[in-house]
């Protein structure tokens, strides 16, 4: 089962018109786990189908951008997009009806950001690393990331469309939380990005699980769980159930595997694994992983079958399933 496919805005999905090299349809699914292709020049990778917010980081980085600006660039084509219901605009509210947005950022020289609980802003990655370069702090959280975001000319916006607001109304008759496998209530956009000069920066934004208790935070914005980046050995994000993310801090566990001489595979499947073992036998959520090391090579994991990811390097966009999931 595929994450349903984007149909962006005119504008947004101008991003990959505008991208030269090859972009194949989200539809064109390519098998496969570890990638090892020699780069030729810049790589981006991101979570899910995000075809054209992998071919927006793409763009960057062959202009010439540095790797936390890509990964940016990306985030922002999903907290536009209003049909992604977990993420920015459009985002599934909690369970009070409020749309709260987190996000993180981390780049080469090791610096990180990040925003928690954000109302009624849209791009909540470049407000993560406006905390990152124009403050003593690394997060920022609910009120007063939004007066920050308001200082610096952010525009406010209702995050609540008509569509989400609907199906929130639709969920109040019964009321009932339960995680459902692949499907948009926990589709985090991650993006790791590696420029010409092999520097890697990344991105992680969300509007959180879909009517979650009012206030609750997931790994997204927690740097070591959502994202994390080391310059000098490569980076990982999270996508899923972040509950269980953070308790194994799963990025910075991949790192610290691939630190060991681990390859990004191999380190994404203990990363994995180590969720299983602690959960027993019934795991009725999904959590994925993908990583990028300093080599070029990517890696890919996940519990449950359905979870893809995008991958830019040498002129191709492509969508690749992970086939080597732990659980069917």
């Not at 406006?130 to 406010?156: C, F, I, N, R």
């Amino acid at each position: 089962m595929r994450r349903r496919n984007f149909i962006g805005k005119t504008l947004i999905g101008s991003f990959a018109a505008l991208l030269a090299p090859k972009v194949l349809s989200a539809h064109e699914v390519r098998p496969t786990n570890t990638i090892n292709i020699p780069p030729k020049g810049p790589i981006s990778i991101c979570t899910w189908n995000f075809t054209t917010a992998n071919a927006a980081a793409a763009k960057a980085l062959e202009s010439g951008s540095d790797p936390l600006t890509a990964a940016i660039k990306a985030a922002e084509v999903e907290e536009l997009n209003a049909q992604n219901t977990t993420v920015g605009l459009g985002g599934a509210p909690d369970r009070e009806g409020t749309v709260t947005l987190d996000a993180s950022v981390m780049d080469h020289n090791g610096n990180c950001g990040s925003v928690v609980a954000v109302k009624n802003f849209i791009h909540v990655a470049a407000l993560a690393r406006d905390v990152m370069e124009k403050t003593p702090h690394v997060m920022l959280a609910g009120k007063g990331a939004e007066s920050y975001a308001k200082s610096l000319g952010y525009k406010p916006t209702e995050l609540l469309t008509a569509e989400s607001k609907k199906a929130w109304k639709e969920w109040t008759k019964e009321s009932r939380y339960k995680p459902i496998i692949n499907i948009e209530n926990h589709d985090t956009i991650g993006t790791l990005c590696m420029d010409k000069n092999g520097n890697i920066g990344g991105a992680c934004s969300t509007s959180g699980l879909a009517y979650k208790m009012e206030g609750r935070v997931g790994d997204s914005p927690i740097i070591g769980s959502g994202l994390f980046i080391d310059n000098t050995v490569g980076g990982a994000v999270a996508t899923g159930m972040w509950e269980e993310v953070v308790k194994t801090v799963g990025s910075f566990l991949i790192v610290e595997l691939m630190r060991q001489g681990h390859s990004p595979q191999e380190a994404c499947d203990e990363a994995i694994q180590r969720i299983i073992e602690k959960q027993g036998d019934t795991i009725d959520f999904q959590v994925a992983y993908i990583a990028l090391d300093k080599q070029g090579r990517v890696g890919s994991s996940c519990i449950h079958k359905g979870f893809t990811y995008m991958h830019y390097a040498n002129g191709k966009n492509q969508n690749f399933e992970v086939k080597k999931y732990i659980r069917s």
